[in-house]
């Protein structure tokens, strides 16, 4: 039989040190279902925010769901064959900055 589970994008942890000023929730990896392919989440952006350049060593996705210059952002997020962001290699290509966008 196929496992599964619900989650709630409104509940799940949201983590605001990995990439600030980004609230990322990761609501679908191996720590919060037991995923062993795919990572899968929610990303906010307020106004004017922006993350870090990056890039991931495995295939990732974002579909964005909402958002303008003037209201938050919303995004949709996996990483396939990938179980979790500590899996994704994400390798940062400017240093981490919070404050006015470029």
């Known amino acids: 039989m196929p496992k599964f589970a619900i989650v709630d994008s409104e509940r799940i942890n949201q983590d605001v040190t990995y990439e ?3 609230v990322i929730a990761f609501g679908v990896d191996k720590h919060s279902v037991g995923s062993t392919t795919v990572t899968m989440g929610r990303t906010r952006i307020p106004p004017g925010g922006r993350n870090q ?3 991931h060593s495995c295939e990732a996705s974002f579909f964005i769901r909402k958002g303008s210059p003037t209201e938050t952002a919303e995004l949709v997020f996996t990483y396939g064959n990938c179980p979790s962001k500590n899996d994704a290699g994400t390798v940062f290509v ?3 900055w919070v404050g006015e966008p470029r």
Do not use: D, R, V
Request: no cysteine; proline share 22%; charged share 20%.
């Open 94 to 96: 400017e240093k981490s």
């Open 20 to 22: 600030p000023p980004l």
């Open 53 to 55: 350049a990056h890039y």
